[in-house]
């Protein structure tokens, strides 16, 4: 009887090193926990090994104003998976109608897996809301503040666990919430019509005072990573659930490049030039795990 091939095992690589005042993600965005199945009936793409080499600034400055962005990674989690908060879902199909739909809104299904994500056509698997997966090993299940990432402008991200003090690492924890909320009213004419009521991107505001976070949902305070206190994002488990706004410059390598990405956009971010693979982990050989290494100084 003939054997039948199988396929191998998808394992995490992920390296994360420093350099100057730059740090370097490299990795393959596969993640290090089990994901869900894919295909699914709402997506049917399957998880494909990635060539991811992401650059950031080690010592990120704020701007003097938040700067959104739409259709590229905001950051990427310590497993080296992306944190991808849009999706290229419109109104009626039509990217120049001004309503996208919010990929955790309701109105679509997107074939989420149990740790809010899925995978793009290229195979990439990444990140619409809270890596719970990622989330549980590195907390061990307690709430408390956890290192999950690295945005595209270089500020660490948390979630969604933070001192009620963000002064005092000895404060209570407590779960954060964003300061943005659905709209009140009627949709204006010319669009889907109906009631504010989540289901697209354009239906959310950000309230001053709402909540924890400011409108980049951040916060300036300490960390177990930073004890002196820096400017951080946060995951929270309603809307943005991932940021919509940078409030430092973000590094191009996190921008969309070439044809044949999702939904008609560009091709996938961080991509290397053909040809090249990233240096093997120190040791050799595949490294699994978050590729974690102590952050530089508090910046």
Request: no cysteine; charged share 20%.
């Amino acid at each position: 009887m003939p054997v039948l091939a199988q396929a191998p095992a998808l394992t995490n690589e992920v390296r994360i090193t420093t350099t100057g005042q730059t740090r370097r993600v490299q990795s393959n965005g596969i993640p290090d926990h089990a994901p869900g199945q894919f295909p699914n009936a709402r997506n049917p793409n399957t998880i494909r090994a990635q060539d991811y080499d992401f650059r950031m600034p080690l010592s990120p400055q704020k701007k003097a104003a938040p700067a959104p962005y739409r259709m590229q990674p905001f950051g990427v989690a310590v497993n080296g998976v992306v944190l991808d908060p849009f999706a290229a879902e419109w109104w009626r199909g039509d990217p120049s109608s001004g309503w996208q739909y919010e990929p955790q809104g309701g109105a679509i299904d997107l074939g989420l897996d149990e740790h809010n994500a899925h995978v793009q056509p290229n195979g990439a698997y990444h990140y619409h809301g809270i890596p719970t997966g990622l989330l549980q090993r590195l907390s061990g299940g307690e709430n408390k503040p956890v290192l999950l990432g690295w945005a595209a402008d270089g500020f660490p991200i948390y979630g969604p666990w933070g001192p009620s003090d963000p002064m005092d690492l000895n404060s209570p924890p407590r779960k954060l919430q964003s300061g943005y909320r659905v709209k009140a009213g009627a949709r204006p004419a010319g669009g889907p019509g109906g009631q504010y009521d989540g289901s697209f991107v354009q239906d959310y505001e950000w309230a001053a005072g709402h909540g924890d976070l400011d409108e980049n949902n951040g916060r300036h305070g300490v960390t177990p990573e930073f004890p002196q206190g820096a400017y951080y994002y946060v995951l929270t488990d309603a809307y943005p659930f991932i940021p919509r706004q940078f409030a430092g410059e973000p590094d191009r390598s996190f921008e969309r490049r070439g044809p044949g990405g999702p939904g008609g956009m560009n091709g996938p971010p961080g991509m290397r030039p053909p040809g090249r693979r990233p240096p093997p982990p120190p040791g050799g050989g595949r490294r699994g795990g978050p590729g974690f290494r102590p952050p530089p100084p508090p910046f």
